[in-house]
């Protein structure tokens, strides 16, 4: 019997990096201020810290998500608006600020986006990253009704999907930091 794709560990490890000319504090500030993310995110739209210190790890934050009609049309994904909770699992200022998905009843998934900094010539060396060892309950229901060819299609799209945001997730960084 053929393992479904699906069922493959890691089923996304992906990253991309970008020079910033900030040092690794000041541009850890900005990206560990979740609630900015709008400025930054092609879906977040940010959020709100509903327990812990901000910013800590322990931490949740709930952000707002959107989704438009377009990205992986055949797929059925959540569209428009939806909503999400993430537990903070490393804050080291100037250094690494990551957090990890929760599951409804609030336990971590093996889904965790990051920024990692490093000092660099002219500022700082920016990266961010995101891997998902097992499938999140989401990703169980949208391949749910999907026979093997389309879990595959879908994802290898939605893995090019994640490196194009990761790419405008930093350019956009960029921006804002720098202006």
């Not at 569209?79 to 100037?94: F, K, N, S």
């Not at 998902?132 to 749910?144: C, F, L, N, S, W």
Request: aromatic share 8%; glycine share 8%.
């Amino acid at each position: 019997m053929t393992i479904s794709i699906v069922e493959k560990s890691p089923l996304f490890d992906l990253s991309g990096s970008i020079a910033v000319k900030a040092g690794p504090d000041q541009v850890y500030a900005v990206v560990s201020d979740l609630r900015r993310s709008s400025e930054w995110s092609p879906e977040c739209r940010g959020g709100e810290w509903v327990s812990g210190e901000p910013a800590t790890v322990g931490a949740i934050f709930r952000g707002e998500n959107l989704r438009g009609e377009d990205v992986v049309a055949w797929a059925p994904l959540v569209r428009g608006v939806w909503y999400t909770e993430a537990r903070i699992t490393a804050a080291e200022p100037g250094r690494t600020f990551a957090w990890a998905m929760l599951t409804h009843t609030g336990e971590n998934q093996q889904s965790v986006w990051g920024f990692d900094m490093r000092p660099a010539a002219e500022g700082c060396l920016l990266t961010h990253r995101f891997r998902m060892d097992e499938p999140t309950e989401g990703i169980y229901k949208i391949v749910a009704g999907l026979d093997e060819e389309a879990r595959d299609r879908f994802v290898r799209e939605w893995s090019d999907k994640l490196r194009q945001d990761i790419a405008r997730t930093l350019e956009r960084i960029k921006a804002v930091i720098e202006g």
